[in-house]
């Protein structure tokens, strides 16, 4: 079947970056250390037209507008014939906070780009700091208030386990972003890449990994929140690659299935909260979730059903999926 959507991915890496974060090796995650040009643009729209009826067309991987006003112009020119003709449906560009100005919004509006993706990674200048980021939280809270001035869509994108973070730092940080209301977001538990800066950080015992089950703790309440405030998680962990799971990933929070993890703790412990809050805990209980959240309440071979069951003295537990909002587990009685 011919997919009616999709999202078309143009890396951009490191071009036009004048930073080093500490966690960053765009090499590894875009796969190219040649900047991206026309061609790029245009053959990975040719190829997405043989795949789908209409797309969306995302500049990742790098500082989009940090990037010489002439390239930005000629990437964007690219796709101008894909916009006019009705291909392309819309334009995303991912950027840093501080590279975001009125002129800059407007040359990108002028291209038919709608949405801009910042990377916030923490709200905690301390943070942002030890992480080499360059930039401060304020510039995020200014560059968000620009976007959406402009009446562009806005995507924060936020880190969690950087240098200086721990969980409490993470939460106000992820309380700080949901202050910004933006259309969305993706949350990267902080994952230690070969041959960056943290990977030396971390080989020297200057760095703690932020491990697989550290990410679950920090990310299941931050996601929590997300769905509490109805603001989209478009993302939870780095996208799995072969190159990544194949040592790229030296440390820190990779596993292809993060994003599942998180999200099953997060409904044990709505759960757990929704059984606490009953003045009395019937012994038979049905849990009910939005339809799509059944496995992730359910656990991976039911694990979650097993500990709530163990926790509550339960004798028989199931689940059922409805029309609930995604940040709800409701309980009845199976009598
Ligand atoms: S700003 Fe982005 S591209 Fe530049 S070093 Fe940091 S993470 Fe990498």
């Known amino acids: ?20 974060c500490v966690f960053c090796n765009q090499r590894t995650i875009s796969g190219s250390l040649r900047p991206a040009g026309a061609g790029d643009v245009v053959r990975a729209l040719e190829e997405a037209r043989d795949k789908t009826e209409r797309a969306e067309l995302a500049f990742y991987g790098g500082s ?13 020119e690219a796709a101008r014939p894909y916009r006019e003709n009705g291909f392309l449906r819309s334009i995303r560009v991912s950027t840093r906070p501080d590279a975001v100005t009125a002129e800059k919004l407007a040359l990108l509006q002028t291209y038919g780009v709608e949405t801009v993706e910042l990377g916030a990674q923490s709200m905690d200048d301390a943070v942002l700091r030890l992480s080499g980021r360059g930039h401060s939280a304020e510039d995020t809270v200014r560059a968000s208030a620009m976007v959406k001035g402009a009446g562009m869509q806005l995507i924060l994108q936020m880190m969690t386990g ?14 700080a972003v949901a202050a910004l209301k933006p259309d969305g977001v993706r949350i ?7 041959g960056t800066p943290l990977e030396a950080l971390w080989r ?3 760095y703690r990994a932020h491990t697989v089950s550290d990410a679950v703790e920090t990310c299941a309440p931050i996601a929590a929140l997300f769905l509490r405030e109805g ?42 909260e929704k059984l606490r809050s009953l003045p009395h805990i019937p012994r038979r209980v049905e849990l009910r979730v939005a339809a799509n959240r059944v496995s992730q309440l359910t656990g991976r071979k039911k694990a979650n059903l097993l500990a709530l069951r163990w926790e509550f003295g339960l004798e028989e ?18 009598l």
């Open 1 to 20: 079947m011919t997919p009616r959507n999709s999202i078309v991915p143009v890396f951009v890496p490191h071009l036009g970056c004048p930073n080093d």
């Open 64 to 76: 989009f507008t940090a990037v010489p006003e002439e390239i930005q112009r000629t990437l964007l």
């Open 162 to 175: 950087l240098p200086g973070a721990d969980r409490e730092s993470d939460f106000r940080t992820a309380e």
């Open 188 to 194: 990267y538990p902080t994952v230690i890449l070969r």
């Open 204 to 206: 020297a015992g200057k």
């Open 231 to 272: 603001i989209p998680i478009l993302r939870l962990g780095l996208n799995p690659t072969e190159a990544l799971s194949g040592g790229e990933a030296a440390g820190g929070a990779y596993h292809p299935a993060l994003g599942e993890m998180i999200y099953s703790k997060l409904y044990l412990e709505l759960a757990r």
């Open 317 to 334: 537990i199931s689940v059922s999926g409805g029309g609930f909002p995604p940040e709800t587990v409701e309980i009845s009685e199976i």
